[in-house]
């Protein structure tokens, strides 16, 4: 089982070291072992390297494949548009139709702006929430993530990104402008938001938070910690952002908001909208979103690129029409494959926690049990779950060394067992190796 060869992988990587900093496009896929790998080929719940390995792929181009690699309606629907034209620096009826959609689904859409990536609509809408504000403070919270881009990348209590716990998950170095404005606080936690908001909540435009920590470990939130966050924004002022670049489409058609019955002000999407096509957005309340018509400036010369657009529609148009199979599917594969792998876990003696957050596994290795905060996460340890990776790769089965898996629509029963087979010897290496 263990015999692939990834010379291949081993070799390109050599050369795109001396061409690329770490031969890698985005800093963490550095650290897979046994190699980084180079793929040539993925469809359906499979992906192929250059080598000719095929695996069982839960990284799902970190999250956006939800319909699994090569989706038809939305190869159709990009094939056709090709031949229609990419980008027209102009309006076109597919935008419309996107923004349509996503007000009938996410409760909190009234108006749609669309950006590309998920960091950049992070951005967009605080700009948004600082105008609608006429305040500069942002409340964000730690072990969150909101994407790469300066000021919202602080991870610590109060601190600038690598004085905090840890600069996990995101690789922040000590160059990051942060900020003052940023506030960070702990999550799950009503008294210390109150707390903060009782001493700074008049300068505060914005509380934006990852609804399921996803980032922050997979957790929920206690019940009525969300319900209690959203009063003391009314209370305050202060705008409620959901970062739903995970959850959106993913927990439910309509997002982490819609599964668990509160509304933010502001929601920003991304991943699962377009299927590995590059498309953001940030939607909002009418009210709120003005501000884009008036004082905030918004741009970007791909925004509504028309393949991406495109892409999204068919997305979502399947999800909606499905979502009767899709969703329940999606909830009883995952927690078979959750439940798989902690059975495994207790026949190997292996410190493995899994948790759940519908189509979203996160595994933590030595962590409290149960992991609830960050900080538990932070507590986890990381060597034994790359060994993990490692093994798993070696037997066929692509999983990022963070420990986080994305299940997709696509993902077969019979993919579930191949990677059980696969996760039990993986775990009897890795147990052996660290014995
Ligand atoms: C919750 C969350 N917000 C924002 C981002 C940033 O999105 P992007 O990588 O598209 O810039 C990510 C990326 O993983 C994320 O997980």
Not at 24 to 30: G, H, I, K, L, Y
Not at 98 to 103: D, F, H, M, N
Not at 143 to 157: I, M, R, S, V
Not at 319 to 331: H, K
Request: aromatic share 6%; glycine share 10%.
């Amino acid at each position: 089982m263990t015999d692939r060869n990834f010379s291949g992988s081993v070799r390109y990587m050599d050369r795109a070291r001396t061409l690329i900093p770490r031969g890698v496009t985005s800093s963490r896929r550095a650290m897979l072992r046994p190699t980084p790998l180079v793929f040539n080929h993925a469809e359906g719940s499979r992906i192929t390297d250059i080598d000719g390995n095929t695996y069982v792929d839960y990284v799902a181009g970190y999250g956006p494949m939800l319909l699994g690699h090569q989706p038809e309606p939305v190869i159709t629907a990009v094939q056709k548009q090709l031949t229609a034209g990419v980008l027209y620096g102009g309006q076109h009826e597919a935008e419309g139709e996107l923004a349509e959609r996503i007000i009938h689904m996410v409760p909190s859409a009234e108006r749609v702006l669309f950006n590309v990536t998920g960091s950049e609509a992070d951005q967009a809408s605080v700009r948004i929430a600082r105008a609608a504000t006429g305040r500069k403070a942002v409340v964000k919270f730690e072990g969150h993530y909101h994407g790469w881009l300066d000021p919202l990348t602080a991870n610590g209590p109060g601190s600038a990104p690598g004085t905090g716990p840890s600069p996990r998950p995101v690789q922040t170095a000590s160059y990051n402008v942060v900020g003052p404005e940023i506030l960070v606080c702990p999550w799950n936690d009503v008294e210390a938001l109150a707390d903060l908001l009782s001493r700074r909540g008049a300068d505060v435009a914005a509380v934006i938070m990852e609804p399921v920590a996803v980032n922050g470990g997979n957790l929920w939130a206690d019940d009525g910690y969300l319900a209690a966050a959203r009063e003391l924004c009314d209370e305050y002022g202060c705008l409620l952002i959901f970062d739903e670049v995970v959850t959106g489409f993913r927990l439910a058609p309509g997002g982490a908001q819609q599964r668990l019955g509160v509304v933010p002000d502001l929601t920003v999407l991304a991943k699962a909208l377009g299927s590995g096509f590059p498309i953001s957005a940030v939607v909002g309340q009418a009210k709120i979103m003005r501000v884009a018509e008036t004082t905030v400036g918004h741009a970007g010369t791909y925004n509504g690129n028309t393949l991406a657009v495109v892409a999204a529609n068919a997305t979502l148009e399947t999800l909606e029409t499905n979502r009767d199979a899709i969703y329940p599917r999606l909830e009883t594969l995952s927690a078979s494959l959750a439940k798989g792998i902690r059975e495994q876990a207790d026949k190997h003696g292996a410190p493995l926690q899994v948790l759940q957050a519908g189509g979203l596994l996160r595994l933590h290795w030595n962590a409290p049990t149960p992991v609830r905060s960050y900080a538990d996460s932070l507590a986890g340890q990381t060597k034994p779950l790359q060994d993990f990776s490692e093994q798993l790769i070696k037997r066929g089965i692509h999983a990022r060394e963070t420990g986080l898996w994305y299940i997709s629509t696509v993902h077969t029963d019979a993919d579930i067992d191949q990677t059980l087979r696969a996760v039990d010897e993986a775990l009897a290496e890795t147990v052996a190796t660290r014995a």
